[in-house]
């Protein structure tokens, strides 16, 4: 029995080996809207969603789902849909604080286990010239608000306030203890 990640993101595989989590990928498919306003609620339901479509092909293994969002200046912000609108996305959190939600979602349907939850930092960036959020602007079109903290060229950031982790993807104190609750085995 080995935990499926329902997620393509190399930051998530790399959280989970860093704690010596033995798992497999198998992506998650889903289409990444919701019907709710409220970030918390967003990103927990589509981690919850992207948790359940894997485990409903593999229903005798616990399967974890994650989601990532931005939240600044009332809107929310996911990826961007390209080089334009990730321009858009940095001018607007440029110079300002903004939180970040993840969501972290465990199912093992043989077991009957449905855990979901979410998480929150907050993130204040730098304020940067026109030129460098241009030049930011091509770089990271997969990340929610379309920067990476966990990138070493990328000085977005200024400050957090909260986890890392959770900035970067997979609230790892969730991941753990989900998995502890389900009985799931690290290696």
């Known amino acids: 029995m080995t935990l499926i990640l329902a997620s393509r993101s190399p930051r998530r595989k790399e959280l ?3 704690a010596g989590i033995k798992y497999r ?10 019907a709710y306003k ?4 967003i990103v927990r339901e589509l981690a919850y969603k992207k948790a359940l479509s894997v485990a409903l092909k593999n ?33 607007l959190q440029n ?8 969501g972290v979602a465990l199912i093992w349907l043989d077991k009957g286990v449905y855990l979901a939850g979410n998480e929150v930092s907050r993130c204040k960036t730098r304020k ?13 079109h997969d990340k929610a608000g379309a920067y990476a903290v966990q990138d070493a060229d990328d000085e977005f950031v200024e400050k957090i306030v909260g986890r890392f982790d959770t900035v970067v993807g997979l609230s790892m104190n969730l991941v753990r203890k989900f998995m502890k609750k389900a009985g799931v085995k690290h290696a």
């Open 59 to 91: 229903p005798g293994s616990p399967v974890l789902g994650s989601d990532t969002l931005v939240y600044c200046k009332n809107q929310v912000l996911g990826k961007p849909a390209g080089h334009k609108d990730a321009l858009r996305l940095l001018r």
């Open 25 to 34: 990928v198998i992506p998650s498919d889903i289409d990444e809207s919701s």
């Open 38 to 41: 409220r970030p918390a609620l």
């Open 128 to 140: 940067l010239s026109e030129a460098e959020l241009k030049d930011l602007s091509g770089k990271h």
């Open 16 to 18: 989970l080996k860093q």
């Open 95 to 102: 110079g300002s604080w903004q939180a970040v939600h993840t």
